[in-house]
């Protein structure tokens, strides 16, 4: 077992949008201002869920239609101060082979991330390296950039124009192009809905600037405080014709987990 | 897996995971000593976890019981409990009561460092697999590390090969009757202090640890049949160390230890390196290398296969849905140019069948230290079901 990621941080910011409470600002004329507002009222809108639990059922399929199953969980601790982003811990239930297999990760803005991954058979804690950004994540078609490159800081961001998509959302497209280093990316293609302010779509270009992996996000949940939750990521590779589904469990805020539940102590704690 | 109130594990639970492994061990030499046997061996292993966690998360027991039986050796035939843990958190502190498994250190090939655990050294010879250690251990917890003392009140003798057994040295070691330096028995009880800590790219361990040592000095018998086993005291300082940086890990450990007054260094330092997505595609390969020192006088202490040698690894990671993972690697003598190979393949082949291949090769080129092992060369197939 290779390195983790916290797909709830991709809820979170990617996904993530004011409440709906919330007045909608007027937003610049300038493309990349606009966009730039775009991404951050989707950020802003998360601040102040504290930590959150959720499980998560992973399935990927290949061209054929086979398919394999992990199960896991993923914690996550809001990010405080600047240039840090939120820690997650993600902990594998299934294949069974692999059950308490563990990776802790630190993302900061600028900074490469911290990763620590636990090996449950010798109980070792492993820092390991974060360059990997654009390897397949325990075999899906994320990488580990989609699951963890997802703070504000990490794009430039550009409005390119307001559409409406097949079920009829109506949304900001807007091109975010990658600042850190080792992306695998040259740009993607992200679709804020204009009402809930959710990501709904992300389109990934690759090296070439052929359009190869396209995220939906769909079956949004409100949660109290203005949280909004998808419960349902489809991640397609159009190259190898392979999907990966992520499917949620309602997400639990209120359990209330702190800094020690996310040190490389706390990988064991399963 | 039984996976009871399972959708509520977010918070606590119970996991139950049984898991029977079959496996086969080849070896195509004959045997160098009278009494071992000669060709396959097979073994079956029981196993697994139970995993509970209290609702608020505070509190977890972990229980790991593990048979095997082997067809060839009956010192290969035992039961261990690997783990049999109580474990609760309150703020900052945490404490662990019962039988549990402990890893120090950052190296790949061996962990000069570690020390809690005795090895099961019948299980395999490469200081993976442990048997499990009563232990207390108290943690506290601060922002940049955490702080564990240990008080380990119990000594687990070595499992070593039986007379029948491959990979043992000659004449065969009877344990089961070990001979103790402190107190004479194995209740004279361990302390250790260690402190782990996270500086930016550094992962720092500090450790202190007095008891008895882990390492059996072979005592011929009178008439030369057999060895038997002593466990002398043991009081140690050491460091690991693990610099992370981009796809190079540089690592350390090292250990300056005092066995009943035989004073000594022993080291392992090294790096390793990876390529991540080779040529487009998802596979990484990572190159380890790593050496070690140990500069006890040989013929005074316990067989050490490390003296002054040099690990060679490469792990290559595919990234696939079936978790392969393919380590091929070895052990040179500098000072003898004996060699110790081995080629280690796992790959899930069904949602809840492990498949495990390694090879192992020895070749003393004339050293004396791996003699022993010269005809021992093997290959293992094991496969392990989950329930």
């Not at chain 2, 070595?158 to 007379?163: D, T």
């Not at chain 2, 001979?179 to 550094?202: C, K, P, S, V």
């Not at chain 2, 190079?248 to 250990?255: D, I, M, N, T, Y």
């Amino acid at each position: 077992m290779k390195t983790l990621f916290k797909p709830l941080l991709l809820i979170s910011v990617w996904a993530s949008a004011a409440a709906s409470s919330q007045p909608s600002a007027t937003l610049p004329e300038d493309p990349k201002a606009r966009g730039y507002a775009i991404a951050e009222r989707s950020d802003r809108s998360d601040a102040g869920f504290g930590s959150s639990s959720v499980r998560l059922t992973m399935t990927l399929a290949d061209r054929l239609g086979r398919e394999t199953v992990r199960e896991l969980q993923i914690d996550t601790l809001e990010k405080k101060g600047e240039g840090n982003g939120d820690r997650a811990m993600t902990r594998f239930f299934s294949p069974p082979d692999v059950e308490g297999t563990a990776l802790l990760s630190h993302a900061h803005i600028l900074e490469s991330d911290d990763q620590w991954l636990y090996l449950p058979a010798l109980r070792r804690v492993k820092r390991i390296s974060s360059s990997n950004k654009s390897g397949p994540f325990v075999g899906s078609e994320f990488a580990f950039e989609d699951l963890t490159a997802n703070e504000l800081g990490k794009y430039a961001y550009t409005y390119l124009g307001t559409e409406t998509l097949d079920d009829g959302t109506e949304v900001d497209k807007v091109l975010c192009e990658p600042l850190y280093e080792r992306s695998g990316y040259t740009k993607l293609h992200c679709y804020f809905d204009t009402e809930i302010y959710q990501s709904r779509k992300v389109e990934f270009f690759d090296r070439g600037g052929l359009l190869f992996k396209t995220l939906e996000l769909t079956d949004y949940q409100e949660y109290p405080g203005g949280y909004w939750r998808a419960h349902r990521q489809i991640m397609t590779n159009h190259l190898t014709g392979k999907t990966t589904v992520l499917d949620s469990e309602p997400y639990d805020f209120s359990v209330d987990l702190d800094r020690r539940d996310f040190e490389p102590a706390a990988l064991d704690a399963f | 897996m039984v996976a009871v109130a399972a959708s509520s594990y977010a918070r606590g639970g119970t996991r139950i995971t049984p898991e029977i492994a079959l496996e086969a061990r080849w070896f195509p030499d004959d045997p160098q000593f009278e009494q071992q046997f000669d060709g396959l061996q097979a073994g079956v292993i029981f196993s697994g976890d139970l995993r509970w966690r209290s609702d608020d998360r505070a509190s977890r027991i972990r229980f790991e019981p593990y048979l095997r039986l082997d067809s060839q050796d009956t010192q290969r035939s035992y039961f261990d409990i690997r783990e049999a843990s109580w474990t609760h958190r309150r703020g900052d502190w945490e404490v662990l009561a019962g039988v549990g498994q402990v890893f120090w250190g950052v190296a790949e090939s061996r962990n000069v460092v570690d020390i809690i655990n005795q090895f099961d050294s019948v299980e395999d010879f490469d200081q993976e697999e442990k048997l499990g250690q009563p232990m207390l251990r108290l943690g506290r917890r601060f922002d940049r590390g955490t702080l564990e003392a240990y008080y380990l009140p119990y000594f687990r003798e070595q499992r070593l090969p039986g007379e029948e057994g491959r990979l043992r040295v000659d004449p065969f070691v009877q344990t089961g009757n070990p001979e103790f330096e402190r107190n004479g028995d194995e209740w004279a009880g361990d302390i250790a202090l260690r402190y782990a800590a996270t500086m930016d790219r550094f992962d720092i361990g500090l450790h202190g640890f007095h008891g008895t040592s882990r390492e059996a000095l072979f005592v011929p018998d009178l008439e030369g049949e057999r060895f038997t086993t002593l466990y002398q005291q043991r009081s140690q300082i050491g460091v690991d160390i693990q610099y992370t940086s981009g796809p190079w890990l540089l690592k350390a450990e090292g250990v300056a230890a005092d066995v009943s007054g035989d004073r000594f260094l022993s080291s392992v330092y090294g790096f390793e390196y990876t390529f991540f997505g080779v040529a487009g595609s998802p596979l990484d390969i990572g190159v380890i290398v790593e050496h070690f020192y140990d500069d006890r006088d040989s013929t005074e202490s316990p067989i050490t296969l490390f003296q002054d040698d040099v690990f060679l690894g490469v792990r290559m990671t595919p990234n696939d849905v079936y978790d392969t993972e393919l380590l091929v690697g070895g052990f040179l003598d500098t000072e003898t140019s004996a060699v110790i190979a081995s080629m280690e393949l796992t790959r899930r082949v069904t949602h809840s069948t492990l498949l495990e291949l390694e090879l192992r090769y020895f070749n003393d080129n004339g050293g004396a230290l791996v003699t022993f092992l010269d005809n021992d060369s093997n290959a293992l197939v094991r496969l392990t079901h989950y329930f």
